[in-house]
């Protein structure tokens, strides 16, 4: 199992930028792709970014060319950079933890939320 604890979040104005940290613990070794998810109020969670151990990145189109998702694997964190905010983009952020072996295994962190006042 993999522990995910998450951190940043709060309250920014639109057009300003934002940083969410993730750092994962146990069974490091086993995960094979890191992502954060977002939801809003009477949404569905959906995806923002994803990095594989290979370094490949995905982004949902709604934040390409806004958001980064860089990590520091000697620290086992995974960050989310989010610039330019738009109020679109309030929700509770989660970490989110794959791990492919005989079936798919997911961990999740607690959530932080992020508002992006107009």
């Known amino acids: 199992q993999v522990h995910l604890v998450e951190s940043g979040g709060g309250l920014v104005q639109a057009g300003e930028s934002l940083g969410l940290s993730c750092a994962a613990s146990?069974?490091?070794?086993?995960?094979?792709?890191m992502g954060w998810y977002r939801q809003a109020p009477g949404k569905q969670r959906e995806l923002v970014a994803t990095?594989?151990?290979?370094?490949?990145?995905n982004y949902a189109d709604s934040v390409k060319g806004r958001f980064t998702i860089p990590r520091d694997n000697a620290k086992n964190t995974v960050y989310l950079q989010m610039n330019s905010l738009k109020p679109d983009d309030t929700a509770v952020y989660y970490c989110?933890?794959?791990?492919?072996?005989?079936?798919?295994?997911?961990?999740w962190g607690q959530g932080t939320q992020v508002t992006v006042s107009s």
């Open positions: 990095i594989s151990n290979g370094g490949g990145t």
């Open positions: 989110n933890a794959k791990r492919f072996g005989l079936r798919l295994y997911e961990d």
């Open positions: 146990g069974n490091i070794a086993s995960i094979n792709v």
